[in-house]
């Protein structure tokens, strides 16, 4: 998967990990030009997580693992 993700986000799969890479930039401007970006990623990666969740359940759910 990072080499798949890398040069579009960096690899970062977790909201976390981008939020906390755009914190770390240098100079005001640079954060203004790459927030609509971040904001994209973040919401992006939440959705991936959601799908992924969802695509377990539908796999997993006649095994009778869920109760």
Partial sequence: MYLFAVHAS???????????????????????????????????????AYLGVLIDFLLLKDKNIYG
């Avoid at 240098?26 to 970006?37: I, Q």
């Fill in 10 to 48: 960096g690899a970062h799969f977790n909201p976390a990990t981008s939020f906390a890479v755009y914190l770390s930039e240098k100079g005001v401007e640079k954060r203004k030009s790459n927030l609509r970006y971040l904001l994209c990623v973040m919401l992006v990666q939440v959705f991936g």
